[in-house]
């Protein structure tokens, strides 16, 4: 039997899991799983300082540099250099593009895959103390490796993500990837600095009674879509709307619902980007059994045209995001 039917139990460590269905990726030379590697070890300095943000302004007042010298950052920005350092010192990937940078970044030439990142996720609930996350995807390059990158490497479909998935900075820190073979979901445990098997194969419910949205722009919403917020209400369904989209997809990918960031009067395409927060939630949405969609067409169809681009969101449980696309 090929080692990677054979399933990984519940505690297993995620350097154990990653190795052991090393050989169902396509290309299964090793480095993909030390991408997943570099990213695991990147969100375990970023939990870290998450994790002291309310002490970062206290140790500010000291002065303006920390304990290493460094220039105190606001943690989005602290978030990307701490990814983008893991990814160049990794070597695996030639590109990064990333929420905090006009441009994508070039990294080792030689390396053959290319990274698409939001590092922080919910900026707006950091100060407050509530969950937050980093969003990313993995893509094969194109071009050869050590040729100059092109276009086409940067811009991919969402079809073609090799891998994706997110961490959750919640009352536990979680990471939860797909590589195309379903959803697997693992919990950090911080006196070990390891992050273990706790949610294997995860499925999203195929219908939910929860629905998230930012309710205070209802009255730039479409017509259609405020018509199914009323159903949803007549229904009896459950708001809950954190403001991390992290947060809310991960409730949501549990306990069934659907999350919608649509189009508005002031944004026509909404607020969330394409290649770095809606990609590689909707890969894990299918992979899980759900679904995601701009209102008319599949998230992973939709063919990028520039890095920073936004798309109307619905994304969740199946028929929820079935319902949503008909109103
Ligand atoms: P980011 O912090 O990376 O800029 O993303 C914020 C996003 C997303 O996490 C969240 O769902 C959404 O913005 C909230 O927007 P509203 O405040 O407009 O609801
Ligand atoms: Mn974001
Ligand atoms: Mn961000």
Redesign the pocket.
């Known amino acids: 039997m090929e080692e990677s039917r054979i399933a990984e139990p519940i505690g297993s460590a995620l350097d154990r899991f990653i190795k052991s269905k090393q050989n169902q990726f396509a290309y299964a030379s090793g480095e993909l799983s030390q991408l997943l590697r570099d990213i695991a070890l990147a969100s375990k300095v970023v939990n870290r300082e998450v994790n002291k943000a309310g002490l970062i302004d206290i140790m500010g007042s000291l002065g303006s540099l920390n304990t290493g010298g460094e220039q105190q950052q606001k943690l989005?920005v602290l978030a990307n250099i701490r990814f983008s350092r893991a990814l160049m010192k990794g070597g695996e990937a030639c590109a990064l593009i990333s929420?905090e940078s006009e441009s994508y970044l070039d990294l080792n030439n030689d390396g053959k895959y290319v990274i698409a990142i939001?590092?922080?996720?919910?900026?707006?609930?950091i100060d407050v103390n509530v969950s937050?996350?980093t969003?990313f995807s993995i893509y094969r390059r194109k071009s050869k490796p050590g040729t100059p990158i092109q276009q086409e490497d940067i811009l991919q479909k969402g079809s073609e993500q090799v891998a994706a998935g997110y961490i959750l900075y919640g009352s536990s820190t979680m990471l939860v990837y797909t590589t195309g073979h379903g959803v697997n979901g693992f919990t950090y445990e911080p006196t070990l600095g390891e992050y273990f098997l706790s949610h294997p194969n995860m499925r999203q419910p195929i219908n939910g009674k929860i629905f998230s949205?930012?309710e205070?722009?209802y009255k730039s919403f479409s017509q259609s879509v405020r018509n199914y917020l009323h159903f949803c209400k007549d229904e009896g369904y459950t708001g809950r709307?954190?403001?991390?989209?992290?947060?809310?997809f991960h409730r949501n990918l549990l306990k069934g619902g659907i999350?919608i960031?649509p189009a508005t009067a002031k944004d026509p395409n909404g607020?969330?980007?394409l290649m770095y927060?809606c990609n590689a939630l909707a890969f894990v949405a299918e992979q899980a059994g759900g679904k995601a969609s701009n209102g008319k067409e599949r998230i992973l169809d939709i063919q990028p045209t520039s890095l920073h681009q936004r798309t109307p969101f619905y994304v969740g449980s199946k028929n929820m995001v079935e319902l949503a696309e008909q109103y």
């Open positions: 989005d929420e939001d590092p922080l996720d919910g900026s707006s609930n937050i996350g969003i949205v930012n205070g722009s709307y954190i403001g991390s989209l992290v947060a809310d999350y960031y607020k969330l980007r927060e």
